[in-house]
């Protein structure tokens, strides 16, 4: 057996124009990764270059990601460039899976410099399927965007990455592996660990474990179904709720992590999650969940199939958040919601007198905000919800806080939310993705609606559907001011706002790759009627929507692909 050390190579490469991280991190065709010469080693390379060599050097860093195809190459090259690039230990998870709240975790338990995410959560996988690496910086959270420009940047002038070709790691089994590499003083260790654990422990600290497993499993128990959708989170949903908290085995299913996901679309909507939404129908089961690939999102039904829209769920929680033990000792900050998402959230924050941010859409924002004490929970329209406690969304967690909730409370999940409808009044709330709409027809769609809305004489136009009349109060293209260190981060989305607080947002989704994704926005208040159906209390501000875009007549389309 050869024990000398393992050689480091510096291989000569060329850049490609194309690797600009976006909101999620560079996300691409798996067969783009496979088929284009040195384009995961260029990137990978790209991310070890942007930190300083002085902080990379002997450092920590950790590696995990949704389990999809691919996953399991891009972890080895990770590895060995790791290696030659001189950071001097790895935590993997366990076969290379670990969710993206426990790798948030993971990075902030273990003072990390950062992470490396590999995950195109929600988007489907297997070999023609879709690939993603995400970079997490020492918060534990996103990078943000001077990172992630710098990231950019390296990419478009790349003339040679450092790998060590001989050096592999066996991900099946759990413990340390140490390599000596040439011209190292110290070994390079790589440990593969149980990530399940340390997560656990983590919201053992947050929330009443006593009390939601008398919920789960004592007498007259709640019946719970979750769904995993065959991501990483399966196995934390088996150990935590299944084996702790006395869940029987049968109540989680899609548990077991695939490469394809077993042919499904991991995204935990109404629309994907059918398994979930079918075996709720019949009433048997008084709570239901399902998560998406990467384990960040999460979708809560009630009884019957009851859908709470995240818009709603966020605010459920920040009503009923001192039914959580973590706040009840560490207080509440303050809220915050992307700025599509439903303005639910405002309403419970004036009624709390606690502060409300609205941000652009990506966690990192939230993040920023959470580093400097000012944020303890928010959310997001697109089945994003979390707290203080890591620096992602974290759907286990969200799932955790309804339960603590519905435990302190004794009601139902339909009751709860009527309840708050009751109480603040409804967001009617919906999102329209218009999918793989030719790019230069959306973005001159989008340029000439700003134009249209941002004219002065736009303010005060009334729209009339029906019975309603809706007047413009303003209209502008969203831009955020961090209140942490004064970033303005524009072009955020253009927004209507109406006199009785309904809005209409306009946007360009980034994470569609064969064509534009645009997406419309529809947030209705209503005081009263709070009990109509969504679609039909959305259909007068769905009407001016498109009449104002022209969005059928510009894109040719005759409806949109999704309706969530």
């Keep these: 057996m050869d024990n000398s050390p393992l050689q480091v190579l510096t291989v000569p490469t060329a850049p490609y124009p194309d690797q600009r991280p976006c909101t999620n991190g560079l996300r691409k065709k798996v067969y783009v990764f496979q088929s284009r010469r040195n384009y995961l080693h260029n990137f990978i390379q790209s991310i070890f270059s942007s930190i300083d060599l002085r902080d990379r050097q002997g450092s920590t860093m950790v590696v995990g990601g949704d389990g999809r195809f691919f996953n399991r190459t891009a972890t080895q090259v990770i590895v060995q460039m790791a290696a030659a690039n001189g950071v001097g230990r790895l935590i993997i998870g366990h076969h290379g899976i670990m969710s993206t709240p426990a790798v948030s975790c993971m990075i902030r338990k273990c003072k990390a410099i950062g992470g490396i995410i590999l995950t195109a959560s929600p988007n489907p996988g297997g070999p023609d399927g879709d690939f993603g690496i995400k970079f997490n910086t020492a918060n534990g959270g996103p990078a943000n965007e001077a990172v992630t420009n710098k990231i950019f940047q390296i990419s478009r002038t790349i003339e040679e990455f450092a790998i060590c070709p001989g050096l592999q790691v066996d991900l099946t089994t759990m413990g340390k592996q140490t390599f000596d590499l040439e011209n190292k003083f110290k070994p390079f260790t790589v440990e593969i ?23 789960l499993s004592g007498k007259n128990h709640f019946k719970i179904r979750l769904d995993a959708l065959h991501g990483a989170v399966g196995p934390y949903v088996r150990r935590i709720l299944c084996d702790e908290l006395g869940c029987p085995a049968s109540s989680a299913i899609n548990c077991v992590p695939k490469e394809d996901f077993g042919g499904q679309h991991p995204d935990p909507n109404p629309i994907y999650a059918t398994d979930l939404v079918d075996s709720m129908r019949d009433g048997q089961y008084d709570f239901g969940a399902a998560f998406d690939a990467d384990g960040d999102q999460n979708m809560i039904l009630g009884k019957h199939g009851f859908f709470v829209t995240p818009s709603d769920s966020v605010a459920v929680i920040a009503d009923n958040i001192f039914c959580i033990p973590y706040f009840q000792h560490a207080g509440v900050r303050g809220f915050a919601r992307t700025m599509p998402t439903s303005a639910a959230l405002d309403r419970v924050a004036k009624a709390t007198k606690i502060e409300l941010y609205e941000t652009p859409t990506a966690w990192k924002f939230f993040g920023n905000l959470m580093d400097a004490g000012m944020l303890s929970l928010c959310g997001e329209e697109s089945f994003g919800t979390g707290g203080d406690h890591i620096r992602e969304k974290d759907g286990l967690w969200a799932v955790l806080a309804w339960l603590s909730i519905l435990a302190t409370r004794k009601k139902s999940v339909e009751d709860l939310v009527k309840d708050h409808w009751l109480k603040y009044g409804r967001n009617y709330f919906t999102r329209y993705d218009y999918e793989n709409v030719d790019i230069d027809a959306a973005c001159e769609m989008m340029e000439d609606l700003e134009i249209t ?3 002065k004489t736009f303010v005060r136009q009334r729209f009339a559907v029906e019975d309603k009349i809706y007047q413009v109060e303003k209209a502008d293209s969203f831009e955020y001011a961090d209140p942490v260190d004064g970033t303005i981060s524009r072009n955020q989305g253009l927004r209507i706002i109406f006199s009785d607080g309904s809005r209409i947002i306009y946007r360009l989704s980034g994470t569609s790759f064969d064509g534009a994704t645009v997406q419309i926005y529809l947030d209705s208040y209503e005081k009263e009627h709070v009990f109509g159906d969504a679609q039909v209390m959305l259909a007068p501000l769905a009407t001016i929507a498109l ?12 409806g949109p692909s999704v309706i969530i």
């Design 193 to 215: 660990v149980d990530s399940v654990e340390s997560y656990a422990n983590m919201l053992r600290n947050i929330f009443d474990f006593a009390a939601l497993k008398q919920l």
């Design 547 to 558: 009449k104002i875009s022209q969005l059928h007549h510009r894109t040719g389309r005759t």
């Design 453 to 455: 809305i941002t004219d």
